[in-house]
């Protein structure tokens, strides 16, 4: 169901995404959800690992950049122009794209746009992330929490736990943990194979949709949509365990 979501949502993105000038403009239009807020790796960080002293990836270099909006500057997104996240925010009528969580423009009416806490080298399994000095999935869901908080402190509460169980959330991660870690750390090959170290990871995920869902309910929130966006289907071809969980009654 997951996969059919992804598909639905990219062949829509074809077909509305208007053309606009990156970084905001272009038309008016009303916004179908009220925020996007984005957890993953390098497939959506818009440069949050500019603000790491550590990180090990880093996309403030050209030609990242070259192609995006008017400034053509590498901004830390894995790209030369626009990621998914951008196009997804144009396609439902943002004007502007959420900054990156840990940039100083993270602050104020900003908020409201939503929030982006992707990390390139991040994963589901910590551990990954940990060897790149990128910020862990459970970091992000703390910065989440941190958000919620943040924005209640901007529009009331009332008006925050609107914007959070209409927000659209969009994760996209998961093949580092297999490329950047599990490949890589023999170690960790030894202890797991393919299958049980793919049940880790889906347990993790179980996890974080669970967490997240739970914590968006504190806050009143019944309808928090997780849009997955990658998974680890991509290492896990032909892992029985990535592929079924579809919704478990937690994503
Ligand atoms: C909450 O939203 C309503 C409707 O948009 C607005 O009138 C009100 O000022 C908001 N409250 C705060 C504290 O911003
Ligand atoms: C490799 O994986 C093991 C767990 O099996 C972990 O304890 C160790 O820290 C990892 N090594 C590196 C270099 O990340
Ligand atoms: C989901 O969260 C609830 C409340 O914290 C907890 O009781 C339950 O065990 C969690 N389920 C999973 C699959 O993590």
């Not at 074809?14 to 008016?28: E, F, K, N, W, Y």
């Not at 440069?47 to 400034?71: D, E, H, I, Q, T």
């Not at 997804?88 to 602050?107: D, M, N």
């Not at 997240?212 to 071809?237: D, P, Q, R």
């Amino acid at each position: 169901m997951a996969q059919l979501r992804l598909t639905l949502l990219a062949v829509s993105l074809l077909i509305l995404s208007p053309a606009m000038d990156g970084g905001g403009g272009g038309t008016v239009q009303a916004q179908i959800v009220p925020a996007v807020i984005s957890f993953g790796d390098s497939t959506i960080d818009v440069g949050n690992n500019n603000y790491l002293p550590g990180a090990v990836f880093k996309a403030n270099y050209v030609p990242y950049g070259v192609n995006f909006g008017s400034r053509h500057k590498p901004t830390g997104r894995f790209s030369d122009g626009k990621i998914v996240t951008d196009i997804t925010a144009e396609t439902l009528g943002f004007e502007s794209y959420a900054p990156p969580y840990l940039s100083p423009q993270a602050k104020g009416k900003n908020l409201l746009l939503g929030a982006n806490f992707a990390s390139a080298a991040s994963s589901y399994h910590d551990d990954t992330a940990a060897m790149y000095d990128a910020i862990t999935l459970t970091q992000q869901l703390m910065y989440y929490r941190e958000y919620q908080s943040k924005l209640a402190a901007l529009v009331g509460r009332k008006n925050a736990t609107a914007i959070l169980s209409d927000a659209l959330y969009i994760v996209s991660t998961g093949t580092g943990d297999f490329l950047q870690n599990y490949y890589h750390n023999a170690s960790l090959s030894r202890r797991y194979n393919v299958n049980s170290y793919c049940d880790l990871l889906v347990g993790i995920f179980s996890g974080f949709a669970n967490v997240s869902t739970v914590s968006a309910s504190t806050h009143g929130c019944t309808s928090s949509e997780l849009c997955m966006c990658k998974l680890v289907t991509m290492a896990c071809a032909g892992c029985r365990s990535c592929i079924g969980w579809g919704r478990g009654g937690s994503a």
